[in-house]
């Protein structure tokens, strides 16, 4: 009991006095995930978008296999990468094992198929009701895709966010692909895994405390989203 | 030179949907200038005729054949639905958005946008957000929204439908205006006053198919079939 109060106050301090290490770890899970997140929503926003518009045979089949990946879990998906980046996978020459990049690609795959379901749904709600009107006057289907994601603008950002919120706190994946390496490749999951395994709560529960309040503000931020949206505005 | 649009003929046109059929088999030729306007009942087709004119509703059977390729004709039309469809941007970005999409510049399309706005009345409301607006305003917006690109056939299904007495008059004034500048008007409506006041030509369509057409001035004093005369004096027709 007196472990853990000890632990809060120091913890406490840590985050008020701006520890170094702290800083450091967070900003680099912030970079990583914020990668992630970027290349992430460039591949699943226009896919979904694509997916809403365009009528081909396997379609249902292809939105079904994105809700089915969704379910991925994410330690496997870090083996697979590992599996590939590793000196005699089919990527090894490209030295990539153990670094933020392994990190940002393993978070990638895990948070596409999140993304791109959910922008799937609301970009579709949209497209039934545009699809008359952008059809009479005679859009491309770039410019469909366009105004879609434009206007569903929104909706896309509460897809962005939940698929932040996935991988800031995801902790299997990376510490395979990452390895957790000092100064390289620690992050704020893979830094509470082995500082609590050390015995160091202190600074395992000030990484916890950031990892959180990164959690809260995103689940507010999603909150407040999907109220403006209910509201029609902005 | 521009190509002209009509004669359109119209031949064994037919639309279905899952096996359905909603429209047809239709026969109609339009020429001569001036506004044709589709009457009859609910469920009659008149949407679907509108829509396969158009070309948003797949003809299963026959042909809309116009005077040049269907291509060119597609590109001088536009359609106000009977539910207006918004874009969730604001009344300004709603009017430049078809403008856009055809290459005009931002800073052309906005200054024509704002001229739009401003004719029907929604000058003062630019950035407002078009899904908020009232049905009237909406159904103004719409109309606005297709005449900007200066089309040379406007298709409405049933512009007026929801609007009152006023919003109606300027509706139609701006229909007439567009009208007088060139434009045709194809159009449905359920308001046998508004047939009358803006029509040179009528269909009358009922259960799919056309009952009755021609020139405004013979159909409203002369009707030819006795469903025709029972519509216009406003009994129930099937
Ligand atoms: N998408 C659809 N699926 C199935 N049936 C349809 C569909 N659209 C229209 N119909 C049917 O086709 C027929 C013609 O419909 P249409 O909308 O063209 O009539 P309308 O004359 O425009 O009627 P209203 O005056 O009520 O607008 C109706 O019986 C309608 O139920
Ligand atoms: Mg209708």
Request: charged share 20%.
């Amino acid at each position: 009991m007196t472990d853990l109060w000890q632990g809060l106050v120091q913890a406490f301090w840590l985050v008020v006095t701006f520890d170094a290490e702290l800083a450091e770890i967070s900003l680099r899970s912030l970079r990583v995930t914020l990668t992630a997140l970027v290349v992430a929503s460039a591949i699943a926003m226009p896919l979904a978008a694509f997916l809403s518009v365009q009528r081909f045979r396997f379609r249902r089949h292809v939105v079904a296999l994105l809700n089915a990946l969704m379910g991925l879990p994410p330690v496997v998906v870090g083996l697979v990468v590992y599996l590939m980046l590793s000196r005699s996978g089919p990527f090894g020459v490209l030295g990539l094992l153990f670094t933020p990049t392994a990190m940002i690609t393993a978070q990638v795959i895990i948070i596409v198929p999140l993304i791109a379901s959910i922008a799937h749904q609301s970009l579709r709600d949209l497209w039934q009701e545009y699809h008359d009107l952008l059809i009479s006057i005679n859009v491309t289907r770039r410019q469909k895709i366009a105004t879609l994601l434009w206007d569903a603008r929104r909706a896309l950002l509460t897809a962005g966010l939940a698929g932040f919120g996935r991988a800031i706190g995801e902790v299997g994946a990376i510490m395979i692909v990452g390895g957790n390496i000092d100064n390289a490749t620690r992050v704020l999951t893979t830094a509470i895994a082995l500082e609590t395994g050390k015995g160091d709560f202190a600074l395992a529960l000030a990484l916890g405390i950031v990892l959180v309040a990164l959690a809260v503000a995103v689940n507010v931020a999603i909150h407040w989203l999907s109220r403006t949206e209910r509201e029609g505005r902005w | 030179m521009v190509s002209a649009l009509f004669p359109l003929t119209v031949k064994g046109a037919t639309t279905t949907r899952r096996g359905k059929v909603l429209a047809g088999p239709i026969d109609l030729t339009l020429d001569g200038g001036g506004t044709c306007v589709v009457i009859g009942p609910n469920g009659a087709g008149k949407t679907s005729l509108l829509r396969m004119l158009h070309g948003t509703a797949r003809i299963t059977r026959g042909q809309v054949t116009w005077a040049c390729d269907t291509e060119t004709a597609r590109h001088h039309q536009a359609f106000v639905f009977q539910h207006p469809v918004m874009l969730r941007r604001s009344v300004i970005e709603n009017l430049v958005y078809p403008l856009r999409v055809r290459g005009m510049p931002r800073t052309a399309a906005r200054q024509r946008a704002v001229d739009w706005a401003t004719r029907i009345g929604l000058g003062h409301m630019l950035e407002r957000h078009a899904p908020v607006l009232s049905g009237g305003e909406q159904q103004k917006l719409a109309i606005a929204r297709a005449l900007i690109v200066e089309p040379r056939l406007l298709f409405l299904d049933e512009p007026c439908a929801s609007l009152d007495g006023r919003a109606m008059r300027e509706v139609e004034e701006i229909l007439v205006q567009a009208a007088a500048s060139g434009t045709r008007l194809i159009l449905s409506t359920h308001d046998m006053g508004q047939a009358r006041r803006l029509a040179d030509q009528v269909v009358f369509l009922l259960r799919g198919k056309v009952q009755e057409t021609g020139l405004a001035k013979n159909f409203f004093d002369q009707p030819q079939t006795s469903q025709a005369v029972a519509f216009l004096n406003g009994d129930i027709v099937e």
